[in-house]
């Protein structure tokens, strides 16, 4: 219900809407109505109250809520259900568990801090509290296996365009799942799926973003940054939150409809590791040579200094400094 009070107040767009008319809107008492809007207020909502004219929303909370993203996302959005925590160990995990008790495609999990977040191989993802974006969208695409890592690069490029548009900065996508501000990682990607033989049962995106820090611990420092330190401002998580869905939906339906050829050029326009040398650190060992881009799977083409042309289907890259 606050999240439909607060969809109205949103709706009107900087006006007065009035206690009488929301009651009408949502049948409830206007008793009710004050309710929820005390408690907004409690949230951090800033809502003017005038008699005779109503309630205006003045500025939203920085704290993250259900409500607030479901308030702004439109009734047949993907993206229906949110599963929204203050702290797990992690998004990924609460995914699982909401998987095994049937939760459908378009399941988003958000957290306000993780305390075990992980990264791909076990290793940490450094998660604290009001700061970043640590969510988790489930998935049950009809695809194969073998295609199950576009999604990754379908991710990048909806991370990379949203927050381009929500804070005007522009970022970088590595192969295969890290996108980089000013050479930094803002954003790392981790795809864990479920699946038979030859059909993905379920896949799980874990979207991690370094929103609001502005200090890190010093075993990342230089590796990472976040978008408030490349802006200069404080960025309102939930604005974001709401972009990357939106393009998210979009990219995903595409997707599904016209193949990974139509995610290709875009996740090319926004890709540094293309046509520089690298080194791809896999499990057959390391690789030296040019990144030729990928193939119209999304595996990274690595031609090495003898001029052989190797497939990358996972692993890490640098790109040495010259
Ligand atoms: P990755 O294996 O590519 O990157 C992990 C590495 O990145 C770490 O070993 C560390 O060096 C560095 N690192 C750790 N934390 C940060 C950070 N906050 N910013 C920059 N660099 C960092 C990347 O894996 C995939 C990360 C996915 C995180 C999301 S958050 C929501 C979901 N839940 C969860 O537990 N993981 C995913």
Redesign the pocket.
Known sequence: MKAKVLKLLREINGQYISGEKISSELSCSRTMVWKYIKALREDGYVIEAVSNKGYKLVSISNHLSDHEIRSRLGNDHLFKEISYHEEVE???NIAQKLINQGAGSGTVVIANE?T??????G?????PKDK?I???LILKPEITLREAPQLTLLAAVAVTRAISSVCSISSEIKWP??ILVDGK??C???TEMQADPDRIKSVII???I?VNQTD?PS??AN??TSLAKARGEQVERSELIIQILNEFQWLYEAYLAKGFSFIKPLWEVNAISIGKKIVATTAQGRLTGIAEGINDEGVLILRDDNGKVHHIYSG?ITIPKD
């Open positions: 992690s998004t990924q993780q075990s977040g992980r990264g791909r191989l290793r940490d993802w450094f998660s970043g640590w969510m988790s799942n890290d990682k803002v790392g990607i981790l874990g979207i991690g370094n890190f075993s990342i590796i990472a890490d």
